[in-house]
């Protein structure tokens, strides 16, 4: 069975730390994983990632897949509260079966 | 088991005409949500309804319909004014709209105009 794990589940930042958001994932038939911030409504789409080693990046956000060890990191540099949210990373099959993991729940005190 | 359901996964449509794309939930939750996702890009929200008998669009409305006359059922109407409808829809559901709960979404409906 596909599975994606993040870690951590919750995180408590202040503004202007940097933090790192993990997604490690086990498939049987990898197409893409995606990133998301989801606030109080849908969730907007932040990355998608196909080739490993390819760093994608937009404004304070950033991220790098990683097809070798599995795995995925967000990045976010200098946190303001805005960036409180949770961050859904996806893996999309190419059944086009979407496996979800749980989220990281960031939260960025000023 | 609880869950959201679409129906049918496969749907062809000639150009023209109106088709409708079920979406069902047995969670019990307030919010429902329509997705749209093409080749290269990810999820695109169409409409989402927060409560009963109400919905907003999303960022891509246009050419779609939506109702939401019980909580459980949430469906979406690919209308001809849509100029490019061929697609992957999801639905999903939350169990509040105001709170970072994540979304769950169904199986999807490849649709395909020819």
């Known amino acids: 069975e596909d599975k994606v794990v993040q870690s951590p589940l919750s995180l408590v930042v202040h503004e202007g730390d940097t933090v790192t958001l993990n997604c490690s994932y086990e498939?049987?038939?990898?197409?893409?994983l995606l990133w998301y911030k989801q606030e109080k409504k849908a969730p907007t789409f932040l990355f998608m990632l196909t080739s490993s080693g390819i760093e994608k990046k937009s404004g304070r956000l950033s991220s790098i897949l990683d097809k070798k060890e599995l795995f995925s990191i967000l990045n976010i540099t200098a946190t303001q509260t805005g960036d409180s949210a949770v961050y859904l990373c996806v893996h999309q099959g190419g059944s086009e079966k979407l496996v979800f993991g749980k989220g990281t729940k960031l939260t960025v005190n000023p | 088991d609880g869950g959201i359901t679409q129906s049918p996964k496969y749907l062809f449509r000639k150009e023209g005409q109106n088709v409708t794309l079920s979406c069902e939930q047995n969670l019990n939750h307030d919010a429902m949500y329509w997705y749209r996702q093409d080749p290269g890009q990810g999820l695109r929200l169409i409409y989402y309804s927060q409560i009963v008998n109400d919905f907003q669009k999303g960022d891509i409305a246009e050419g779609y319909s939506v109702s939401r006359e019980k909580k459980e059922s949430f469906p979406l109407t690919v209308t001809s004014a849509q100029k490019n409808p061929t697609a992957f829809y999801l639905c999903a559901s939350s169990i509040s709209p105001t709170s970072t709960d994540t979304q769950y979404f169904g199986p999807g409906t490849r649709l395909t105009v020819l």
């Open positions: 498939v049987t038939n990898f197409r893409s």
